[in-house]
């Protein structure tokens, strides 16, 4: 033996099988690639959301088809954020929120094309990109529960009880663990609270 390995050539069959392999390969490292390249990182999607603005601003889109003005769009959220209707706003109320939409939400959204943004026009369009959002939107806007009657009526019952106690009206074991536990309910509900609103 000469150690030189002597190479056959393929039949017409084996090339269109090895074109084949190659073709399957390609396609599904294409089509893997195509979609890590669409799909939005998740430290991405959650530093978007984090924002209630930018969360109104993606809800608000998504029940609009087609393009919307800026101005509409500030409209509706300084109204939300002020728990009002839009017609009640102050001029005030409606800068504030535009400007900030039009200075950072707006062109941050853009940014990862989740919405398209003129700032030249003032039109905003929602991309097809959202839709990887919307499983970690509230179908309902989550601010208009009413967190401060919950904390009013937990915090009043607390003090009821902590008064019931100090005055000797109370003063049982059951009412100390009571209140232990409206206490505890109370620290709940403001974390649960203040977590849902980053």
């Not at 530093?47 to 509706?76: F, I, K, P």
């Not at 008064?163 to 974390?191: F, M």
């Amino acid at each position: 033996m000469t150690g030189v390995r002597e190479e056959r050539e393929s039949t017409p069959a084996e090339e269109d099988a090895s074109a084949e392999a190659g073709r399957a390969v390609t396609d599904s490292t294409a089509s893997v690639e195509g979609r890590e390249a669409d799909a939005l990182p998740l430290d991405v999607v959650f530093d978007v959301l984090r924002n209630a603005r930018r969360r109104r601003v993606l809800q608000y889109l998504d029940n609009h088809a087609g393009q919307v003005t800026l101005s509409e769009l500030a409209e509706h959220v300084a109204a939300i954020e002020h728990d009002t209707t839009p017609e009640a706003l102050d001029t005030k109320q409606r800068k504030r929120v535009y400007v900030g939409l039009y200075q950072s939400h707006l062109p941050k959204l853009d940014s990862i094309g989740v919405v398209t943004f003129d700032q030249d026009r003032g039109l905003i369009e929602r991309n097809p990109t959202a839709t990887q959002l919307e499983r970690y939107l509230d179908s309902e806007d989550s601010d208009a529960r009413p967190w401060h009657h919950y904390k009013r009526f937990a915090g009043v019952s607390a003090l009821v009880m902590l008064l019931g106690a100090v005055t000797g009206i109370v003063a049982s074991v059951d009412a100390i663990a009571l209140l232990l536990g409206l206490c505890v309910g109370l620290a709940g509900l403001v974390a649960f609270h203040a977590y849902e609103r980053r």
